[in-house]
């Protein structure tokens, strides 16, 4: 069964260096997210893309955080510099989706980040 | 603004009933449930889109009532796999296939 690839699965690091994740989408699927889940609570909607545009970043801290999906396939998030405050799970979802269409999410395992 | 989800934290004994609700202060084309075991992923339930349409997968059901802009999860004769954190994700007619999450809803089936 096809499945959401994410590395690495966890990740720690001292504030203000620098941090990258990987996502790898279900083969076919054009629409990938970021999410930021903190303990306890439900993910939140960092960037969205459709193939290789961003479709909605509103909610990317853009003066640290940046996100690309260079190909359409693939995608990178990054940190830099990484605050305490980051520490949370990272999830990269992919949706096979096309105008007028409610397809769900399918999740990958995550990227759990620790700053100290 | 974050759909709120109601109760917060459920206990069951295996093969009681419960249900889940989501309210969302915005105009709603679907909602999505989700299931999330500790440490884990999300994983998808069903979608329920406008129109009040009531959806079952096996002994979980949900219905979706778009004037109200709430839905409910409904989880009958509760198995020891249904434990879980639920969250619904809400699609408001200002962002289209963005998803907004909940609040989320710990469940404990206990034997």
């Known amino acids: 069964e096809a499945e959401v690839a994410q590395s690495p699965r966890y990740k720690i690091t001292e504030k203000s260096q620098a941090v990258a994740f990987w996502c790898d989408p279900i083969?076919?699927?054009?629409?990938l997210y970021w999410y930021r889940q903190i303990l306890g609570q439900g993910p939140e909607l960092l960037v969205q893309?459709?193939?290789?545009?961003?479709?909605?970043d509103s909610q990317l801290p853009k003066d640290r955080f940046s996100a690309e999906r260079l190909k359409g396939v693939d995608s990178t998030l990054k940190i830099q510099p990484a605050e305490l405050g980051d520490s949370a799970m990272y999830l990269c979802?992919?949706?096979?989706?096309?105008?007028?269409?409610?397809?769900?999410?399918?999740f990958g395992p995550g990227t759990r980040l620790t700053v100290l | 603004q974050q759909p709120v989800q109601s109760p917060q934290a459920v206990i069951l004994r295996e093969g009681e009933d419960a249900v889940i609700n989501c309210s969302s202060s915005?105009?709603?084309?679907?909602v999505h449930w989700y299931r999330q075991k500790h440490g884990e992923a999300p994983v998808f339930l069903m979608i329920?889109?406008?129109?009040?349409e009531q959806k079952g997968h096996d002994k979980i059901s949900a219905s979706f009532n778009e004037k109200k802009q709430q839905s409910s999860l409904y989880l009958t004769a509760s198995q020891l796999s249904y434990s879980g954190t639920y969250f619904c994700g809400t699609e408001p007619y200002t962002g289209f296939q963005k998803l907004v999450f909940g609040t989320g809803t710990r469940l404990l089936v206990s034997p």
């Open positions: 915005k105009a709603l084309y679907s």
């Open positions: 329920l889109l406008k129109g009040g």
């Open positions: 083969s076919g699927h054009a629409t």
């Open positions: 979802a992919s949706s096979f989706v096309r105008l007028a269409d409610h397809n769900e999410q399918f």
């Open positions: 893309f459709q193939d290789e545009s961003v479709v909605d």
